[in-house]
């Protein structure tokens, strides 16, 4: 089992750099086609190719080609490497998260929106005296468009993604394209709700990204391509023909790139001319302990 996993977890993530490389070639088209909301759903093909890894090729299904060569010694030590990597991954996440909460008792942090499963907006100390009324009510409104998307569920969700996939530097790439097509998406659905607050929000927007950064959890302003996000404030919004069509294709994308690493996948390793393994097995009577070959 260990050796399947490792293996699996090696094509995991192959598929999902093939995949990162796919959505950066198509981000732009997509943005221009489909609109900014559509374009941040052409995410979800990542984490659908590295799914498709863990399930049995059309190569093992079938009994097509020839297996592949196995680890040996080499798969549990893999596992533990990935695993301790993970484990460091995840107290890096937990002390940047414990450090922006600091800074949140502060009135130090925001605005942003903090918290996955009960998600809260952020506003530092100073927000009244920073922000008119005006961008003040962007500001708010920016943010619980984020809470009505879903998008602190999707930072968790992201997030798990990155550790996962620590040691693969195309999926460190991708959390940082994702969180800005977010914010994109976000922008878009608030001036598509209010189209006629698009100068006031576009003057928010610039003031909003002089705030400190963020938690990898947290929606925030900062840190995001200010040039990108004021131009795209001007686009008109797709059509709905369009919109539909956006959907369905990012819709098919995932369900393709799930075939194409189904179908592209080798077989895994031959066991039957391996040696056998030996389990030990104690006589109840004598307390002898005999070694004692595994049947496949």
């Not at 949140?104 to 008119?132: E, K, S, T, Y």
């Amino acid at each position: 089992m260990i050796e399947l996993f490792a293996l699996a977890l090696i094509r995991a993530q192959v598929a999902a750099a093939a995949a990162v490389l796919l959505i950066i070639a198509l981000r732009p088209f997509a943005r221009r086609l489909f609109g900014p909301r559509r374009a941040y759903g052409l995410w979800i093909i990542a984490p659908a190719a590295a799914a498709a890894a863990f399930f049995p090729s059309l190569a093992e299904t079938m009994d097509l080609g020839a297996p592949a060569r196995p680890l040996g010694v080499w798969a549990p030590k893999l596992v533990m490497l990935w695993l301790a990597g993970c484990a460091i991954a995840t107290a890096i996440l937990v002390l940047r998260e414990h450090l922006f909460r600091r800074k949140v008792r502060q009135g130090l942090a925001g605005p942003a929106v903090m918290g996955a499963l009960w998600p809260r907006i952020v506003l530092p100390a100073d927000f009244a005296q920073r922000f008119d009324a005006r961008e003040r009510e962007m500001i708010q409104l920016h943010e619980r468009t984020h809470i009505n998307r879903g998008d602190p569920i999707a930072n968790l969700a992201i997030a798990v993604f990155g550790v996962l996939g620590w040691c693969n530097p195309l999926v460190a790439l991708a959390q940082r394209l994702v969180r800005i097509d977010q914010e994109l998406a976000c922008d878009a659905t608030v001036v598509a709700l209010r189209s006629n607050i698009r100068a006031d929000y576009a003057k928010a927007l610039m003031k909003a990204q002089l705030s400190v950064s963020t938690s990898p959890l947290a929606c925030g302003w900062a840190t995001h391509p200010l040039i990108l996000r004021v131009s795209l404030l001007n686009r008109g919004e797709p059509s709905l023909t369009r919109d539909i069509a956006g959907f369905l294709t990012m819709t098919f994308l995932a369900v393709a790139a799930m075939a194409i690493v189904w179908s592209v996948a080798p077989r895994g390793p031959d066991y039957s001319d391996m040696p056998p393994a030996y389990t030990p097995q104690m006589d109840p009577y004598t307390g002898a302990i005999t070694w004692v070959a595994e049947t496949p």
